[in-house]
């Protein structure tokens, strides 16, 4: 234990250059300004930015990347916060609450706790990284494919429960997560490339793409919602109507001691399934929303503006950035796309994450997690702050009659720039149109979208555990985890269903 | 103020917005001027991911665009094939693949594509294989483990980064010619079949040798055989398949493929950059020293006669084990 602080303190030594400091800087300003655009992911921006790197100096090049990832991580709650349009499909969580808050006035407070939960939980999730890499490598080892399908239908579930206040809303939010289900299935099947729903129209064989159908669904869907909701006279000015109350210091304690628990419980969470290759962040921020709604003893806030609504999935969808990491330095195994991009920066720098990276060069490795921790820091107080102030002074000043627009375009550039497909944008058109119907009847579109971005991966998961048991589904039982997890799946929606049964019989 | 839905104009105008990415532009001058998708047929951090990833920027610096790599595994590397199968023939979409996997997989099942009427572009290196065990696991040699899947039938498994692969249809041969059944288990990738192996879900798995290099060098994976025809630097202990007596040894080529009907200027082009990238001596050291792949460079004539020539050997393969699909 000693051990690893005096390496870290070295690796401190190592990194701590303006040349670094600068790095992270520029890469967390160009993920803020990813992240907040809708239709740019921080993945986007990271591959934009890694022909750049090559001739950087390795350290200087992944803080760099590093930063562009954090930064796009916190961004996409900025827009979540002030238009209810998340700028990455992690931030759909935060919205619940963010976006209640931030329209009775205090959106100074709720992007202020979005900071500080990001903050907070990527500090712990980088400690996690640290000093328990390779236990937390070894227990996400353990979960082999029926373990994590179970894990992705719990995750599903407690979106279910844990929106909606009446059955019928429950219902709906099965519903959606179906109909997401259904859209995942749309293309080539991923294991015999068998054709399945694509009508005939070859552009659909590799499926809809994930980051178009979240822009649709998140974003355009969204801004058609809230442009038919405006009158003549709504539509002068967003400061008009929204007075800002100011955030005091005080205020601000009084939030970090009320959210305290819950930052903790979700980095803790968030570095779980960071852990585990593949789930990715948007699950653990929905997870960590319902287990902060479950455990707290007052939830009548929950969804109208609670800080700890904010302060859990900002948390939890910020751990899962540093936990990614885990495959990719005990094992070699990049454990998202963000992380296959860094493996990607890695090699071009010479260096091949895993196991021997560790023995052969410690002292890089540290200077690395070194650099991790201060991403956090010098990414939230000097890059972060005073975008906010910026961002803030715009709102008041905003005018929707020109966001409106802007977002669409941002949207059509952002699917465009996937892959050059015309179809593309024509696909963008036809799911903002449905998500915009669906939205208008009730239906629930944060859970759609998360079912639409695991349908793939539950599927995949599910045939291969069947795979390996010879087609016995029981290996779902037999399995003391995953049958745990099932359990709890099944437990969360009766506990919805329980809890609104009371609450409809008592008044 | 109760606020009152209506289809209003601004909904009109943000439609019209999008539409007006629907209006074609055309021009065109010299190839290539804008970036080029590259898709990879498996997963990050597997071989040919790795491999791809390490000569990208030379290919870059000698086109002058950047490529944007795409990983689209599945299905044992047909999903990618077929999504450039259906690309535009503008040479701003090209994948990589696998023989004889290109030409094995078409065998075995419906697809939507035609391997004969893709473009070949070159094929940059071979990559070969060792079947691995657990660290842990009780069978030290390959006799153990034969043994082992003969005294219990169909409970053994072994993962491979999909059905039709090489990986897959090595160890059916093996199998078939040693009367023993032992379960396939498809992955996106090399990286997620050996992560199986370490978690212990599967019981054995025939890697590629870059993918597998971390997780060998800190002793997590036990050899038991090497499938190529010579031994390999990174397992120098470990007998070949040939060594113990069989007659057979497999090994990859990766190339790259063009949609249909891409034009010869195009091809030679990116052929081009190509043989320029393995042709660096960094890039050379790396891929031997690193990586243990070996660069076999051929271009795209040679590449086909090879299809033409693995079309032949591994049907008589997929005959053999029964995995022809039957017409």
Known sequence: MLDIF?????????????????????GYGVGIIAGSIPGIMGVTAMVLILPFTFTMPPLFAIAAMMGVYKGACFAGSITATLFNIPGTPEAAATAFDSYPMSQSGQQARALEIALWASVIGGTLSNFILVFSAAPLSAIALKLGPAETAALILFSLTAVISLLGNTRTDIWKGGLSVVIGLMIATVGLDPMESTRRYVFGLTELDNGIPFVLAVIAFLAFAEVLEQVGQMTIISLKKSGEKAKQIPYSWKGRWQDLKFCGKELCRASLLGSLFGAMPGIGAAPAAFVAYGEAKRAAKDNSLFGKGDPRGIAAPEAANNAVAASSLIPLVTLGIPGSVAAAVLFGAFMVQGMMPGPMLMRDSPETLYGLFALFIM??????????????????RIFVTL???????????????????EEFHVFSIVLLGVLGGFGFLLHRNGFNIPALVLALILGPFLERQTRTAMLISGGDPMIFLTKPISAGLLFLAV?????????RMKKGSSG | MVKRFRFSSHVILCVFTLCMFLVPCTAQSKYPEKPINILVPLSAGGTADLFIRTIAPYMEEYLGQPLIIINRPGSGGALAISSVYGSKPDGYTMSFANLPTLVTIPQMREVTYNPEELVYVA????????LFVKDDAPW????????????????LTYSTPGNGTTNHLAIEWLSKREGIQMRPVPFPGNPQSISAVLGGHVSAVNASTAAAVSSYQAGLLKPL?????????LVPETMTLKDKGYDFYQYSNLGAVFPPNTPEEFRKKMEDAIRHAVEQKDV??????????TIDFKDGNAYRAKCEEYRAIWGAILKDVGLQMKK
């Open chain 2, 284 to 293: 050379q050291e790396k891929v031997a020293k690193e990586l243990f792949i």
């Open chain 1, 491 to 499: 437990a969360a929606i009766a506990w919805a269903f329980w809890k």
């Open chain 1, 6 to 26: 005096l390496q870290l303190w070295e690796g401190f030594l190592m990194s701590f250059t303006l040349a670094n400091i600068l790095g992270i800087a520029a």
């Open chain 1, 399 to 417: 005018n929707y009659s020109l966001l409106f627009p802007a977002v669409i375009v941002c949207c059509g550039i952002g699917v465009y720039a």
């Open chain 2, 140 to 155: 030290n040699t390959l006799e153990d483990f034969i043994a082992a899947a003969r005294q219990a039938p169909d409970t």
């Open chain 1, 375 to 392: 991403t956090d820091f010098i990414g939230g107080f000097c890059v972060a702050l005073p975008f906010l102030a910026l961002v803030k």
């Open chain 2, 123 to 130: 094929s940059p290196m071979i990559y070969e294989y060792i």
């Open chain 2, 225 to 233: 055989v090497v499938l190529s025809e010579k031994r390999i630097a």
